[in-house]
């Protein structure tokens, strides 16, 4: 298991890393009016490249009028459509909820949302495979950068008609770069570490932008209008949450469960951990935990399970200062 972590690892930081995202599945949008219809549906800014339609990509909220989070998206536009790829179980609950909100507007929401399979690249050569990837089978995979994880990235899209094909040129061009391919549990250290979480596990519906620590990273406070707007904006206004998701460091020789209580150091409950995974570089575990403020400051100690921990910076997860209080 080491040297498999190890190789992800290294895949991940120098060259590129694909990991299929089986638990996503995928809106397709057409219409003339589609760019600005989910420009007021979403809290990332997608009037540029959805205007362009120059093949770019958008990681983004979809929020309820009262400013939680209904699922997150990554949105690709191309001249003719776009594709929101989103969490599978969200399916049902986004199309009633788009449907609603699609009244005048020249847009439509195709009938399958498993017409794609997902994959997320990660890694400085992500670009490069993903150009070598849809020069190797044409249409039948498309795709644009996006980074996740702060090494580099890009999502591609594959036609389901043609998945086995797309995987096939998927490992071959990755392996000519010196990457990996991950099955998705193999690679959860990483999402982990690289500050990355993910919807149902480290936040759901219940949960707003700023406390799942997703402001900096999915959520534009420049665009114009969209639903849940008013909620989202104030909260940002007010500087903080009662809750924040934060990451952890612990000092233990196995990850502990989801729904582990966290305390601080002189037993108070002040939250549970929503992942963990053992780390290859540290041999211990890391995990994201969703603590209440005022215990988020990096550098906090706590205690979980028995064991010390230690709230650390996480690069897509946006952190409290120290001064919290």
């Known amino acids: 298991m080491t040297n498999m972590t190890n190789e992800l690892q290294a895949a991940a930081r120098s060259f590129v890393l694909a990991v299929p995202s089986d638990e996503r599945a995928t809106f397709v949008i057409t219409?003339?009016?589609?760019?600005?219809?989910?420009?007021?549906?979403?809290?990332?800014?997608?009037?540029?490249?959805?205007?362009?339609?120059?093949?770019?990509?958008?990681?983004?909220?979809?929020?309820?009028?009262?400013?939680?989070?209904?699922?997150?998206?990554?949105?690709?536009?191309d001249e003719a459509r776009a594709l929101v790829s989103v969490p599978r179980e969200t399916v049902a609950t986004l199309r009633t909820h788009l449907d609603h909100y699609l009244v005048m507007e020249d847009a439509e929401i195709g009938p399958d949302a498993e017409h794609f399979a997902t994959w997320m690249l990660h890694g400085p050569a992500s670009g490069d495979v993903l150009a070598a990837v849809r020069t190797a089978v044409g249409p039948a995979a498309v795709g644009a950068p996006i980074d996740r994880t702060g090494y580099g990235g890009a999502i591609l899209f594959a036609d389901r008609e043609h998945e086995a094909e797309v995987r096939a040129a998927i490992e071959r061009v990755v392996a000519e770069r010196g990457g990996a391919v991950a099955e998705d549990g193999a690679w959860e250290w990483l999402r982990i570490e690289r500050g990355v979480p993910r919807f149902g596990s480290d936040f759901d519906d219940k949960v707003y932008p700023q406390e799942a620590g997703l402001e900096k990273a999915a959520v534009s406070f420049n665009k114009g209008c969209y639903l849940g707007q008013e909620v989202v904006c104030m909260l940002e206004l007010r500087g903080h949450v009662k809750r924040k998701l934060a990451g952890l460091a612990i000092d233990a020789s196995s990850a502990p469960e989801r729904g582990t209580p966290v305390t601080d150091e002189a037993g108070a409950a002040v939250g549970e951990i929503t992942s963990a995974a053992?780390?290859?570089?540290?041999?211990?575990?890391?995990?994201?935990?969703?603590?209440?403020?005022?215990?988020?400051?990096?550098?906090?100690?706590?205690?979980?399970?028995?064991?010390?921990?230690?709230?650390?910076?996480?690069?897509?997860?946006?952190?409290a200062p120290a001064s919290t209080p």
């Open 31 to 77: 219409g003339r009016d589609r760019a600005s219809w989910l420009n007021g549906l979403l809290t990332s800014d997608l009037a540029r490249i959805g205007a362009s339609g120059s093949g770019e990509a958008s990681y983004g909220l979809f929020v309820a009028r009262n400013g939680r989070i209904l699922a997150d998206a990554l949105v690709f536009f």
């Open 278 to 319: 053992m780390s290859p570089v540290s041999g211990k575990p890391v995990a994201f935990a969703m603590l209440k403020r005022a215990n988020v400051a990096p550098g906090s100690r706590l205690v979980v399970a028995g064991a010390g921990a230690r709230v650390v910076e996480v690069p897509g997860v946006a952190s």
